[in-house]
């Protein structure tokens, strides 16, 4: 047998203990047998260590794996639960990774071409021409930006594993009780800017959800939590002139203790001959690009505003793009402690989904609006609220939300902090 064969063995009968090792414990949320779906894909690539579809499928199955183990970490109390908890997520997390760098070691033009079916998650409608496509280039840096976010995950449940045996780990469900949230010193206010755009002034690009959903999220947190309406600025259907100077008198208006949250929902565009991202206002033209607004614009106001924190939430086509800059994977790893995070400044940003479209009757907009609303906690960090329903939106569509820090704009690794009313 040769050397590569002896390691993958090694790999998928390590794959296979965590598993249905697991099956034996008395606990429902860790119980893990294998599928015949991965039983067959493990036999696939002891049979043929170039099956790159057997490689990509079991990478994306135990990554995925990974996360749900992650979650229910948050969600239990139980110290021996979330030992074993931690080793199934870094289990999962290693061997996703070493499956998807063998992936994309195979990959190449000719494979995507030829398995157009097993790749659609990752085409792509050009809303010019209005031909959907799927490149190489696409699924590969998909891929990547998995493998980081999978790394990222892989390094936190490491340092949780190593703080749960040293005691110095706090799970979130655990967090209100254990008295270290309830001492922030909250001198600034909330403030958002809230914009949705379905009325466009070329009328083939209406959308109906839009202007919707952003009176929604205008009523979930002016009557929820900590949002004033004297604070809070709604834009039905504006231009890009009227965002950019609602943006401007934000700057003016916000100091350094002030929280702002911005959301955008609309129509967005990626362009990749310029590597840029745009919203578009009720004015924009999709031929011309002089009434669009860029991601570099966003960075530059956001730059401007003196808040402590700002996150941005867009739900719009290629909201990915506002990442473009910087790996959106680069997370928090230390454990969650809600005062540390309160006083460092942040800038993050919450997206739909990464370089792709996204439905108008907006999936992901229904399960942000969900946790909102049924989140019990006084305080909610903008992480903690992304991991409440990230699944959600994966498991119901093609879509993959992102998370992460906003490049170039000031963020010092805090986070924006959700509070509830009393």
Not at 134 to 149: C, N, P, W
Not at 254 to 281: C, R, S, T, V
Not at 288 to 297: F, K, R
Request: aromatic fraction near 10%.
């Amino acid at each position: 047998m040769s050397k590569i064969k002896i390691i993958f063995v090694v790999v998928i009968q390590f794959v296979l203990n965590y598993s249905f090792g697991q099956s034996n414990q008395n606990i429902d949320i860790i119980s893990n047998p294998v599928s015949d779906q991965e039983k067959l894909l493990l036999h696939r690539v002891t049979t043929n260590e170039n099956d790159v579809l057997a490689y990509f499928d079991l990478a994306w199955i135990l990554s995925r794996k990974a996360y749900y183990y992650r979650a229910a970490i948050n969600l239990n109390i139980d110290t021996t639960r979330n030992h074993l908890l931690f080793a199934n997520v870094i289990n999962a997390a290693d061997s996703a990774l070493l499956f998807f760098s063998k992936a994309t070691g195979l990959l190449n033009p000719t494979v995507v071409k030829n398995n157009v079916q097993h790749f659609q998650d990752y085409q792509r409608r050009d809303i010019r021409t209005g031909e959907y496509t799927i490149k190489y280039e696409d699924v590969i840096y998909d891929i990547e930006r998995k493998k980081g976010q999978i790394s990222a995950l892989l390094l936190e449940a490491c340092r949780g594993s190593s703080n749960l045996l040293n005691n110095n780990w706090v799970p979130v469900a655990k967090q209100e009780l254990s008295g270290n949230t309830k001492n922030i010193d909250l001198k600034g206010k909330y403030y958002a800017l809230i914009i949705g755009v379905s009325d466009y002034q070329n009328y083939k690009l209406n959308l109906y959800r839009p202007s919707l959903d952003a009176q929604k999220l205008h009523t979930i947190i002016t009557t929820t939590y900590s949002f004033e309406n004297e604070n809070v600025t709604l834009l039905l259907n504006p231009t890009r002139q009227e965002i950019l100077t609602s943006l401007y008198n934000l700057r003016r208006q916000l100091n350094k203790e002030d929280n702002l949250l911005i959301f955008y929902a609309g129509h967005g565009m990626y362009d990749e001959e310029a590597g840029q991202g745009y919203w578009w206002p009720k004015d924009a033209d999709s031929e011309n690009p002089s009434n669009w607004l860029s991601n570099s614009d966003l960075r530059d106001q956001i730059r401007g505003i003196k808040a402590l924190h700002i996150l941005l939430i867009a739900d719009a086509c290629f909201s990915g793009g506002i990442f473009r800059t910087r790996s959106a994977e680069k997370i928090q790893t230390a454990d969650i402690d809600i005062i540390s995070l309160y006083k460092l400044p942040s800038r993050r940003a919450i997206t739909s989904g990464t370089l792709t479209t996204v439905p108008d009757n907006s999936v992901f907009f229904d399960y942000l609006c969900k946790s909102l609303e049924t989140n019990s906690n006084q305080f909610l960090g903008s992480q903690v609220l992304f991991n409440s329903f990230r699944l959600n939106v994966i498991n119901n569509t093609f879509q993959v939300p992102q998370e992460g820090v906003i490049s170039e704009t000031g963020d010092e690794g805090g986070d924006f902090i959700f509070i509830r009313k009393h």
